[in-house]
């Protein structure tokens, strides 16, 4: 049965002067309502273009998308700019990195959710006030009927977050894209933040999508994850197959550089050595080969010369991965795990 969001062959293709920019190169997934879909990888693999994809933010730039994207049974690349416009904000919603790039700051925190529920529904100021002050309310902002009229600036980071989950809430979106809701904020704000996203979901069985550079909050959040690397996915599966049994080697580099994924949501992604590729002409074979410390165990010049398919590892068919290693698992619990934190290795 098809998913509420099915995500198929997805590219997002930018012309440039010196070429064309393949941020999101063939991207498919799926996630149902109530579920949570983790997107992990490094700055610059395409996280945020395929999200804003969903949302139609590409529409009316020269980027080019192909591919389909399907929400409850709905080709979102084949609706009218209009329809779009009516789907925005009332069934899929975007929690942004920085509110204060969302919130206007001329105009009361609480107006503009009004503003954002009048949009879609036909009602007086006052019934929407009464339902913005309830909202507020739900997302944890004490004494809501006052803090209705403040401004942006007069919130706390932590604050201004929850008003805009409550813009994100305010007209119970089927799906919610939240690309980094938490990054900037301290690691007690940020774990609030991030029940209370977790309440909200089940309270109104919303599909969400979490795009992060950290994988604690994805093994906390998350039922599946999809690492990417260079605008493809590199792996992809339930969280908890793909962090505990990881196959491709740049998710290795990932979970390597955070000493307990399960314990911890403070830790950061610490890069891996070398730089992602360029977009304009990445490298022959797989992408992530110059960095890639395991090529010499593919016979031949593979890694080098052939992209690897995303197709299911040893461990069952809904664990994908894209590598030419054929014995990843042996390779993981032998070299990769033993160079992790003690603690971490013991426990596994
Ligand atoms: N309008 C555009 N024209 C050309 N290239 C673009 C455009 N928008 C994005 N890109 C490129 O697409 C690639 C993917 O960008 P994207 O913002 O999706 O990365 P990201 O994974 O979200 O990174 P971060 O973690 O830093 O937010 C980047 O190399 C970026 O420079
Ligand atoms: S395909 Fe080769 S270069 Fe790419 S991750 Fe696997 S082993 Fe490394
Ligand atoms: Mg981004």
């Known amino acids: 049965m098809e998913k509420f969001l099915t995500v198929d062959d997805l590219k997002v293709h930018f012309p440039t002067p010196d070429g064309v920019v393949k941020a999101t190169d063939g991207l498919s997934f799926g996630l149902d309502r109530g579920k949570t879909l ?31 994207i ?12 209009q329809e779009m416009r009516r789907l925005r904000g009332k069934d899929v919603a975007m929690i942004f990195q920085d509110p204060l790039s969302a919130l206007h700051p001329y105009y009361s925190v609480g107006n ?27 997302v944890g902002i004490p004494q809501p009927d006052r803090r209705y009229d403040a401004y942006p600036h007069q ?10 989950i409550a813009m994100s809430l305010i007209n119970d979106p089927s799906l919610i894209i939240a690309d980094e809701p938490t990054t900037a904020l301290d690691v007690t704000v940020q774990a609030q933040i991030l029940d209370l996203l977790q309440d909200l979901q089940n309270e109104f069985n919303t599909a969400v999508i979490i795009i992060t550079h950290d ?18 996915a590199v792996e992809y599966g339930p969280v908890t ?18 000493p307990d994924v399960t314990a911890d949501t403070s830790k950061r992604m610490v890069p891996i050595p070398g730089n992602p590729p360029s977009l304009l002409n990445p ?6 080969n110059p ?3 395991h090529r010499h165990k593919v016979p031949g010049d593979l890694c080098r010369t052939e992209l690897p398919a995303l197709i299911p590892g040893n461990r069952g068919e809904d664990h994908l991965k894209r590598c030419h290693l054929s014995n990843p698992e042996m390779i993981y619990e032998t070299e990769v795990v033993p160079q992790f934190d003690p603690a971490l290795a013991e426990e596994r």
């Open 38 to 68: 983790g997107i992990v990888g490094e700055s610059g693999s395409g996280k945020s273009v395929s999200s804003s994809a969903i949302l139609g933010l590409h529409r009316g730039t020269s980027a080019r998308v192909s591919g389909s």
């Open 70 to 81: 399907r929400l409850d049974g709905t080709d979102l690349l084949a609706i009218s700019n």
């Open 112 to 138: 503009q959710i009004a503003e954002a529920y009048r949009v879609h529904h036909a009602v007086s100021r006052k019934e929407a006030r009464t339902r913005v002050v309830d909202m507020l309310a739900r």
């Open 155 to 164: 919130f706390s980071g932590g604050m201004r977050q929850r008003a805009m």
């Open 215 to 232: 994988l604690g909050v994805v093994a906390e959040m998350a039922d599946d994850v999809l690492v990417m690397y260079a605008g493809r």
């Open 241 to 258: 197959e793909v962090l505990t049994h990881p196959e491709m080697p740049y998710t290795w580099g990932l979970l390597s550089s955070v």
């Open 283 to 288: 490298p022959p074979g797989c992408p992530f």
């Open 291 to 293: 960095r890639c410390v």
